[in-house]
């Protein structure tokens, strides 16, 4: 009779040696990490913690990261610059959306209806346009929204508050948007082509008014 030989079980394999990388483990939901601080961060998304506060506006933040971007939004610091055409931002992410403009890289896509899109953020509203889904109310006038950011937006109407400025003529706007939009005035920069005709604009919102003079209805997702 042959002999048999015990062999090791891959996934037990697998399972220490993670344990062996990453020996910090969050009993709540078992996630787990290389360093005892990154833990001790991680937690904090648990308990709804927030301890970094904003010396300017009150707000306050789960992650010290967090409010030293938020702190931009304030001071107008913009230390990540576009290597391409110089433009500069206030968050690398930002800078990271930025730089498909240049390369058309639409690496997010829809599946329901193939629509790709250069951000995430952009993907995750664009998919509440087919779920109708508005999880997001106001506590003042009960609107409701697709997303967290849009509701936030909102409430400054209520508040009066505009902190995003214009660096050349003082204007002021409620959004980050809107403010883009504006400066676009300026600079003259029409980053969205109609694919027809080539013909560009500074807002979706005019090339998909334009995209109906061509087929009668606009089919360009956000950007």
């Given at each position: 009779?042959?002999?048999?030989f ?8 697998h399972?220490?040696?993670?344990i ?9 939901c078992?996630?787990c990490?290389?360093?005892k601080?990154?833990l ?5 998304t648990?308990?709804g913690?927030r ?9 306050s ?9 938020h702190?931009?939004?304030h ?6 610059a ?5 433009k ?12 498909r ?14 629509s790709?899109?250069?951000?995430k953020?952009n993907?995750?509203y664009?998919?509440t346009?087919?779920t ?8 003042i ?17 209520h508040?009066?508050e ?6 050349t ?6 959004t980050a948007?809107?403010?883009t ?10 980053p969205?082509?109609?694919?027809i005709c080539s013909e ?10 334009h995209i ?9 997702g956000?950007?």
């Amino acid at each position: 009779m042959l002999g048999t030989f015990s062999q090791k079980d891959p996934l037990n394999e697998h399972i220490q040696i993670d344990i062996m990388e990453k020996p910090f483990s969050c009993y709540l939901c078992g996630t787990c990490f290389k360093q005892k601080q990154t833990l001790t961060r991680h937690m904090i998304t648990h308990t709804g913690e927030r301890p970094y506060a904003c010396e300017f506006c009150a707000k306050s933040f789960a992650q010290k990261i967090n409010l030293q971007k938020h702190i931009r939004s304030h001071t107008g610091e913009k230390p990540y610059a576009c290597e391409i055409c110089g433009k500069s931002f206030s968050g690398k992410s930002n800078l990271n959306q930025h730089y498909r403009t240049h390369t058309g890289e639409r690496p997010y896509s829809c599946g329901i209806c193939g629509s790709s899109f250069s951000d995430k953020g952009n993907l995750n509203y664009h998919i509440t346009t087919h779920t109708k889904e508005k999880p997001y109310a106001c506590d003042i006038c009960d609107k409701s929204f697709s997303n967290k950011s849009n509701l936030n937006q909102h409430i400054r109407i209520h508040a009066g508050e505009k902190p995003f400025s214009c660096e050349t003529c003082g204007k002021s706007y409620s959004t980050a948007k809107y403010l883009t939009y504006h400066v676009r005035m300026h600079t003259g920069e029409k980053p969205y082509a109609c694919d027809i005709c080539s013909e560009s604009f500074s807002t979706i919102y005019h090339l998909n008014k334009h995209i109906r003079t061509h087929t009668g209805y606009g089919t360009k997702g956000k950007k």
